[in-house]
């Protein structure tokens, strides 16, 4: 009997292939040597220690936003705002660490709490506006995005800058570079974020297969009104799913404002982890194992593309259309279950 | 600074910055009426945006002074045709529309700029020497206060999607087909049942929204950003969809929020000179939409009737 378990591995599965396999064919089109094109591809993520590391860089905040959209998911409801949760989370962690001055272990999980503070408080305003007044979380997180990269552009400007692009570093009390790190991967940019990012995995899936919270926040997801018989307080639960989710892509901005860049600038556009994040929950099926290695895939793709101009001369945006078929090809799992079971039945 | 000149100073450009919302809201709301959730809104006028300048680009001397008219035509049917994309999958695929959006989101500005770098060797395209320009509407400019601030000035774009808003109100609400469109919509079993084609009613809804979100980018392009780039579309297809919202899933309303969003970019954009206005630090004017969206949403409006079937794939049989 083909069981829930298997397409859920095999449709995530599929799809990377289908999209891996039309980006060859783009590659063949416009007269690159797909072959070359992976190589360079695959030679930027892990070619060396030092792409290793900014690979693991790169998969630190993704990991972050993926766990949050996954997170939210559970519940049923669409977290389109790490965006700009991760805004937020990021000024705050920043706008601590230059302000502040104390030991590391008071100082850094001090700006960290700030950063998951922050996007809990931009997780909440849509689940509050949701729950008590059924307006939908998507159309406000939307517009919340904005919110934040507004607010945080002039914050930067004329709070934390004189007037500037972009705030001092945070203090070293605040950081979470590692020299060790850096040293052994040829100073890439990898941080210690990565040991929380991973932490966090390990609590979602503790909260949500092992707690009473968890359980209530999937029934919800499953079936409101069942839920809400069963005496569980709908919500209670919307709002705390969201809260939660604001909380894990607020950390993904101080990744980046403690670990990655140590400071925040003036963003021209969107950091795109919180859309990126939708990709990597998508990918994998919003469960907390799924998403780590989902977030390691995209995070080497996304590394790996910035090498391919350079050796293969094909553009990197072939890696945001090999993202956006692995997309369509997730969300029309349901054709590519029916060919699943027509390939088996024929086969037998 | 008088009355009069005020309003000759807020309501051109905040016609002129409503045009691609209003195109676009349009598109949404056929979509949504059908009950496809359009999230993809911003993806569909990239691709716009993205033909209507390489067009524009490449064939300025074969059409030129119609270039730019040509130009969103033919950024219209791509976008329309590039659409079907969302059609087949949250349709025939039965995917979940939220997510298949996202990806055509993903996919267009992908397409867009891997296209850019690919046919000029860089990741942004130069200036259009053919856009738009601001012409006055003969005989209506010349009527005392209402032609400066209304016919003066401005782009005839601006005047085309207001016609079209109502175009799609009589659509919608006066013929047979928007009746059909409409009740697939709101319950496609019962539509069904009385012989109409859901899945066709949904596609043509789908590619109705291709179309108008292609339109709404090209005009953007040919009109405000001139060029094509990664930021050139940042973030207007998900204002439109909000006009969707706002407006109620009605054409006129979608027009009306449009209008309104575009009257706080212009705000944003021309502060500066109204005295009023002046002291407000612009990030307040650069906020005030969105915070105003949300408030609308929690507030005014009260409970929205989406249409009832919204973002659910029709599975015939089921109930």
Redesign the interface.
């Known amino acids: 009997m083909t069981s829930n378990k298997m397409f859920n591995i095999l449709v995530p599965l599929i799809s990377v292939f289908i999209g891996l396999f039309a980006g060859a064919i783009i590659m063949l089109i416009f007269g690159y040597n797909p072959i070359d094109g992976y190589v360079a591809l695959w030679q930027g993520a892990f070619g060396d220690l030092y792409f290793i590391g900014e690979t693991v860089r790169q998969v630190t905040p993704l990991l972050l936003t993926g766990l949050a959209v996954a997170f939210a998911f559970r519940a049923g409801l669409f977290n389109i705002g790490a965006e700009g949760q991760v805004i937020v989370g990021w000024l705050a962690a920043v706008w601590i660490g230059i302000s502040m001055d104390a030991p590391i272990y008071i100082h850094l999980p001090i700006a960290i709490i700030a950063a998951a503070l922050a996007g809990a408080l931009w997780g909440f305003i849509p689940g509050l506006l949701k729950a008590s007044l059924g307006v939908h979380e998507v159309i406000v997180t939307i517009m919340l995005n904005y919110v934040a990269l507004y607010s945080s552009n002039a914050i930067v400007r004329s709070v934390l800058s004189d007037n500037e692009d972009k705030t001092e570093n945070v203090a070293a009390s605040a950081s979470l570079a590692s020299e060790w790190l850096q040293g052994l991967t040829y100073f890439s940019r990898i941080h210690y974020g990565i040991l929380i990012a991973l932490l966090i995995a390990i609590l979602m899936w503790f909260i949500i297969e092992r707690t009473t919270i968890g359980y209530e926040l999937k029934s919800v997801g499953f079936n409101q009104h069942a839920s809400k018989y069963a005496g569980m307080s709908v919500k209670r639960n919307i709002i705390l799913a969201m809260v939660i989710s604001g909380a894990f892509a607020g950390l993904a901005g101080s990744m980046e404002g403690l670990g990655t860049f140590q400071h925040i600038t003036v963003q021209n556009g969107f950091t795109n982890l919180g859309f990126d994040g939708i990709a990597v929950a998508l990918l994998g099926a919003n469960t907390a194992i799924g998403v780590v290695l989902a977030a390691f895939l995209f995070g080497a793709l996304k590394v790996g593309a910035l090498n391919m101009p350079t050796e293969a001369g094909v553009p990197t945006e072939l890696v945001d259309i090999i993202i956006a078929l692995i997309i369509f090809s997730i969300a029309s799992s349901y054709i590519i279950r029916l060919l699943i079971l027509r390939f088996k039945k024929e086969g037998k | 600074m008088g009355f009069v000149e005020l309003l000759q100073s807020i309501i051109p450009p905040a016609l002129f910055f409503s045009a691609p919302l209003i195109f676009t809201a349009l598109g949404g709301v056929f979509s949504e009426r059908s009950g496809v959730v359009n ?1 993809g809104l911003e993806g569909l006028m990239v691709m716009g945006a993205f033909v209507g300048i390489v067009f524009n680009l490449t064939f300025a001397d074969v059409f030129g002074v119609w270039t730019p008219w040509i130009s969103i035509i033919i950024a219209t049917i791509i976008s329309a045709i590039f659409s079907i ?1 969302h059609a087949v ?1 949250s349709v ?5 529309q ?3 959006g ?6 267009a ?3 867009g ?2 296209l850019t ?2 046919w000029f060797g860089k990741g942004q395209t130069d200036m259009v020497s053919q856009p738009f320009y601001t012409t006055d509407i003969p005989i209506l400019a010349n009527i005392p206060i209402i032609g400066p601030i209304l016919f003066q000035n401005i782009y005839v774009s601006s005047y085309l999607a207001i016609i079209l808003a109502f175009v799609a109100w009589f659509i919608l609400y006066k013929t047979p087909f928007g009746l059909r469109l409409r009740a697939v919509g709101e319950h496609p079993m019962a539509a069904d049942t009385n012989g109409i084609n859901v899945s066709k009613m949904r596609y043509i809804a789908v590619i109705v929204s291709g179309a108008m979100g292609g339109l709404g980018g090209s005009v953007f392009a040919l009109t405000i950003a001139l060029n094509f780039s990664h ?1 050139t579309i ?2 207007q297809g ?1 204002m439109a ?2 006009a969707v ?1 706002f407006g109620k899933w009605h054409p006129l309303g979608a027009m009306g929020a449009a209008l309104f969003f575009g009257f706080a970019q212009s705000l944003s954009v021309i502060g500066g000179g109204i005295p009023l206005l002046a002291d407000v ?3 307040f004017l ?2 005030a939409p ?2 105003l ?2 408030l609308a ?2 507030g005014f409006i009260g ?1 929205a009737e ?1 249409p009832r079937a919204n973002g659910e794939p029709y599975i015939k049989g089921s109930r």
């Open positions: 999230i994309i999958a025939s695929f039965r995917a979940n939220v997510v298949s996202v990806a055509i989101n993903f996919l500005l992908g397409l700029v891997f770098k690919q930021a940042v973030g998900f969809l909000a919202i630090p612009q990030v650069l906020i969105y915070v969206t949300i949403l929690a409970r989406a």
